[in-house]
């Protein structure tokens, strides 16, 4: 009896299957072709070659042929969906660029790809029109090239591949978690201590669906790990930098909340309001002032690493803080001058 496992998230899909005992000797790529909803063979023999599909967890050329009781796992970028991506027009801020990668520092507003009422003016529509002549962005799939993502109000750094290929050996650096990021927020109140880790398994919130939640104990949610550590106190508030070691669905805001420091002005997550501080009238008006400067929470996707699809080389890029973000951080430093003479 075939036994198969599914994980799947938005970008990328895991697969676990155990070949029965009474499996005949057939190649690894007409195998899982033949196990694999609507994902084509060419598709496949990309994910062997990026050394994505494992065979008693070896990996394996496309003409290994599967015995019987092997266990095959295989990554694949993301799963596939019908939809229509019109490409658009739209200026990127290109940090690199070469026949297989193109590294974007995104904007705070911008939408990664199309989806929950969001069709037009994303990230992947601009894509699409800049990379209109490679056929991975030809395909109407609705997030080609992407094997991460950052959140629509969140500015920085994104790779995307510019190739089967290269998509694959990404999202296998994703899916293991051997890339480096780190993030730059502005946060409510001075963590102490003032380096530290946060753990704890992050999944839908029970009681709000649009929110991620963390549960400290128990099988509910995936395993999370968040390093920070505070780069300047502010008074009542604190830049700190996070280095992501895992990377869940809003995984900085969850943690931080989690740690009663939320992100500031993140409205979802409780930092659209004023946490920390006096009563005063005054004061009160700053921090509206600083949330009409950035009407945004405040996080910044700082900097990534990661080894090149094609050669290998560790790349690391890094992106300025953003004017909005900078104008806010400057106004809590004269406002700590000021408190303090």
Request: glycine residues 6%.
């Amino acid at each position: 009896m075939q036994e198969e496992f599914l994980e799947q998230s938005d970008l990328y899909e895991h697969h676990r299957i155990v070949a029965d005992k009474k499996q005949g000797l057939l190649r690894v790529d007409k195998f899982l072709f033949s196990r694999l909803e609507k994902v084509s063979r060419n598709k496949i023999q990309m994910a062997v070659r990026a050394g994505n599909v494992l065979v008693n967890n070896n990996s394996v050329k496309p003409n290994y042929r599967v015995k019987p009781g092997d266990t095959i796992t295989v990554v694949l970028p993301y799963p596939h969906q019908e939809y229509e991506i019109l490409p658009e027009e739209i200026p990127l801020h290109i940090l690199f660029e070469d026949e297989h990668i193109i590294v974007v520092d995104k904007e705070a507003g911008m939408v990664v790809h199309p989806g929950h009422g969001n069709y037009t003016g994303t990230l992947v529509n601009a894509l699409c029109w800049h990379l209109k002549d490679l056929p991975l962005f030809q395909t109407g799939e609705i997030r080609p090239g992407l094997a991460h993502r950052i959140d629509k109000d969140t500015s920085g750094i994104l790779v995307i591949a510019k190739t089967e290929l290269a998509l694959n050996r990404l999202a296998k650096q994703f899916f293991d978690h051997t890339t480096a990021r780190t993030y730059h927020a502005l946060v409510w109140g001075i963590p102490d201590p003032a380096k530290g880790t946060i753990t704890g398994n992050i999944g839908r919130s029970i009681r709000d669906r649009l929110k991620m939640q963390v549960f400290p104990e128990g099988n509910n949610g995936k395993p999370a790990i968040t390093h920070y550590r505070v780069i300047e106190q502010l008074g009542y508030v604190s830049l700190v930098e996070c280095r992501l070691e895992t990377g869940r669905t809003h995984q900085i805001r969850a943690h931080m909340e989690y740690i009663k420091h939320p992100v500031f002005n993140d409205e979802r997550y409780g930092g659209d309001k004023i946490l920390r501080g006096t009563v005063f009238t005054k004061y009160k008006q700053f921090v509206e002032n600083c949330f009409e400067i950035m009407p945004r929470h405040a996080l910044h996707a700082k900097s990534l690493g990661f080894k090149h699809p094609e050669s290998g080389k560790e790349m690391i890029f890094d992106s300025a803080l953003p004017d909005d973000m900078c104008r806010v951080i400057e106004k809590w430093r004269i406002y700590l001058i000021n408190r303090e003479s």
